[in-house]
């Protein structure tokens, strides 16, 4: 058979449209493999918050990348104020990778709080909850020897705390947290 001039001419701009679309996959192909990268992961085209802070290239075994994410800067940014990008890398190395994500979230409460507090940290609200805790077991203390006074000897039960709870309410709390019987 015999291809007239213009078949033969369909036939090339067929050809020429298929390169061109093939080349148009190719380079897809390849903006797609820089995205994802080799193992399918995603390419660190937006820096962890960790390297954007730093002024460094984020690499794809970057220590901080899976905890410190791009969207919430002002974490690593604390804990850098903090502990130190080097001693939070070394911290993070010597914990177990399973245990890891809690760590960062330990050491961004821990900065968050030290920034907050510079001179006692976590140790300001942990004597702060201590005396808290002393100040309930006295109020308790006093509530119990008072139903002994009204109630006599008997035995303690959930009736005789409900109302021991109800008269603490009637009663009232003030603003620093002690109780104020009126």
């Known amino acids: 058979m ?5 078949e ?11 390169r061109e679309a093939d080349a148009a996959a190719d380079s897809m192909a390849r903006r797609q493999q820089q995205l994802l990268g ?17 002024r460094r290239r984020c690499a794809q075994e970057c220590p901080f990348s899976p905890y410190f994410s791009p969207h919430e800067p ?11 990008a080097s001693n939070v890398s070394k911290m993070l190395m010597e914990v177990q990778e399973s245990q890891r994500a809690d760590a960062t979230n330990s ?13 006692y940290g976590c140790m300001g609200i942990i004597s702060s909850l201590q005396q808290q805790v002393q100040a ?6 006093a509530c119990l020897g008072k ?21 603490r309410d009637h009663y009232g709390v003030d603003q620093s947290g ?4 009126m």
């Open 2 to 6: 015999i291809k007239t001039c213009r």
């Open 8 to 18: 033969r001419l369909v036939d090339e701009v067929g050809k020429k449209i298929k």
């Open 38 to 54: 080799p193992a399918g992961a995603l390419n660190r085209i937006t820096p962890c918050s960790a390297c954007k802070l730093l």
């Open 74 to 84: 002002q974490k690593f940014a604390s804990v850098h104020k903090v502990f130190g």
């Open 107 to 119: 050491l961004v409460y821990e900065a968050n709080i030290r920034l907050r507090d510079p001179v």
């Open 136 to 141: 309930l077991e006295a109020e308790l203390t």
């Open 147 to 167: 139903r002994e006074e009204e109630y006599g000897d008997g035995e303690l039960n959930s009736s005789t705390l409900i109302e021991i709870a109800c008269a």
């Open 178 to 181: 002690s109780h104020a019987f």
